[in-house]
Antibody, heavy 120, light 108 residues
Framework: EVQLLESGGGLVQPGGSLRLSCAASGLTFSSYAMTWVRQAPGKGLEWVSAIGGSGGSTYYADSVKGRFTISRDNSKNTLFLQMNSLRADDTAVYYC?????????????WGQGTLVTVSS | EIVMTQSPATLSVSPGERATLSCRASRSVTSNLAWYQQKPGQAPRLLIYGASTRATGIPARFSGSGSGTEFTLTISSLQSEDFAVYYCQQYNNWPPITFGQGTRLEIK
């Protein structure tokens, strides 16, 4: 059974940094692109970033480009999101998710989410 | 960026009845559209991909249709566990991958 477990969320001041992790199990991790999606309190889903299976290709939403960095360690089955220059509007639950493959088709497994709160 | 617009924002339906949710793309996404269900305090769950293919374990009462810019999610006979928020998502032209704003399906 595929499981994704996020960690690293918490309270951070504006301008601060945080690193999220997503530990994956039950899958051949390096075979799948992975992604981060966030959800501000009471709001809808917003795609944040994605990374190819090898880690060689990365993609970002304009709202986080230049501030967030996605990466992965396939030897440890772990996905990361380094978040710098955090702003109040980055406050959200951050989910990691797996791309459905081989046929493209959305995100078929999600973690439970980790809450990031940016506030002074 | 492709903008996804869902309607209505809130849909009130009685258990056992049919629910029809709509999603419109600002330009064609061919059939590269997914639907998700999200319950309070939970992560989203993939229901439909490729506009009409049910994901693993999804009951047959959920069906998707459409292509291009107009899509529909139909729940044929609502069960109590189906009352939730539903999101459409396009993955045809990305980045960015974009979601609709959601439709809240509530008990009438």
């Amino acid at each position: 059974e595929v499981q994704l477990l996020e960690s690293g969320g918490g309270l951070v001041q504006p301008g601060g940094s945080l690193r999220l992790s997503c530990a994956a199990s039950g899958l051949t991790f390096s075979s799948y692109a992975m992604t981060w999606v966030r959800q501000a309190p009471g709001k809808g889903l917003e795609w944040v970033s994605a990374i190819g299976g090898s880690g060689g290709s990365t993609y970002y939403a304009d709202s986080v480009k230049g501030r967030f960095t996605i990466s992965r360690d396939n030897s440890k089955n772990t996905l990361f999101l380094q978040m710098n220059s955090l702003r109040a509007d980055d406050t959200a639950v951050y989910y990691c998710a797996k791309f459905r493959a081989p046929v493209p088709g959305g995100f078929d497994y999600w973690g439970q989410g980790t809450l990031v709160t940016v506030s002074s | 960026e492709i903008v996804m617009t869902q309607s209505p924002a809130t849909l009130s339906v009685s258990p056992g009845e049919r629910a029809t949710l709509s999603c419109r793309a600002s330009r064609s996404v061919t059939s590269n559209l997914a639907w998700y269900q999200q319950k309070p305090g939970q992560a989203p769950r993939l229901l439909i991909y490729g506009a009409s293919t049910r994901a693993t374990g999804i009951p047959a009462r959920f069906s998707g249709s459409g292509s291009g810019t107009e899509f529909t999610l139909t729940i044929s006979s609502l069960q109590s566990e189906d009352f939730a928020v539903y999101y459409c998502q396009q993955y045809n032209n990305w980045p960015p991958i974009t979601f609709g704003q959601g439709t809240r399906l509530e008990i009438k």
